[in-house]
């Protein structure tokens, strides 16, 4: 299913979104300048945002203790998103975020309460002389936190895609459990990927893991599917969605994840 179809019968939310219960469908907002969201105590929501417009957009997120939230951001056109989410005690935060081409996304995440967790998996794809750029900092500011940041990105022709990272554990922040993961793939010799994973600790009782890589597509496997009948353009693109595909299947909603897989397979054929 297209998504736009997909999309067409959800509810839209435009500067202000307030969830006291349990939404069973998801909500989208299309290309916002501003958008605050409230989840209340125990709420649990599903919110899909689409930056289809060059805009800005600026997010505000609030987890009440114990609350629920599942966010998309998906990236179609030239968008800058600047996101920062709020989560008391016991609430849980996951968000997928997927750049389809020349895009910023930033995502500040503020664990303030006890046994808060957060997940967040970025993908972007560039091509020709696009430029994407993702930014994660997680900020763990009370104890028994857990979080999970994996970035995964591909560039060819002669695109720039960067990744920046930050896990921030405060002094008090104690038991904190936290990964931070970002792996790359260069499809030409002219594209280039820079990653700046980043750790600062204050706290002595903690497992925190970061790592980056940058490496070329395995050649062994792309001979490996073209003995079996494709083209080295569809062992590519086969390889390329393997890469990514996982973090996009998080998002939550099976129909949502076939559609932004759609879309992430014809953008490949332009790469």
């Not at 996101?83 to 910023?104: C, F, I, P, R, Y």
Request: with cysteine.
């Amino acid at each position: 299913m297209e998504l736009r179809e997909l999309i067409r019968d959800w509810k839209q939310v435009k500067e202000q979104w307030t969830v006291s219960g349990c939404e069973e469908q998801p909500v989208v907002s299309l290309s916002p300048e501003h958008l605050t969201v409230e989840v209340a105590e125990g709420g649990a929501a599903h919110l899909v945002i689409l930056c289809h417009e060059p805009r800005t957009s600026e997010l505000k997120l609030h987890l009440a203790e114990g609350a629920s939230l599942t966010v998309n951001l998906l990236f179609t056109a030239e968008a800058f998103l600047s996101l920062e989410a709020d989560q008391e005690a016991h609430s849980s935060l996951k968000m997928t975020s997927v750049e389809l081409g020349s895009a910023n996304a930033r995502l500040t995440i503020n664990l303030r309460g006890r046994d808060a967790e957060s997940e967040v998996n970025g993908v972007f794809l560039t091509g020709g002389e696009e430029h994407a750029e993702l930014m994660i900092r997680t900020n763990h500011l009370a104890a028994d936190c857990r979080s999970r940041s994996i970035a995964r990105g591909v560039a060819g022709g002669k695109s720039v895609g960067r990744f920046e990272g930050m896990v921030y554990v405060a002094q008090d922040a104690q038991r904190t459990d936290a990964e931070q993961q970002n792996r790359n793939l260069l499809l030409s010799q002219k594209a280039r990927i820079e990653t700046m994973p980043q750790l600062e600790i204050y706290a002595d009782d903690v497992k925190c893991s970061h790592g980056a890589t940058v490496g070329q597509m395995d050649q062994e496997a792309v001979y490996y599917m073209r003995q079996r009948g494709m083209d080295e353009q569809q062992a590519r693109r086969l390889q390329i969605v393997g890469f990514v595909g996982d973090l996009v299947m998080h998002c939550n909603e099976d129909a949502l994840c076939d559609a932004v897989l759609k879309l992430m397979e014809q953008k490949l054929e332009t790469m």
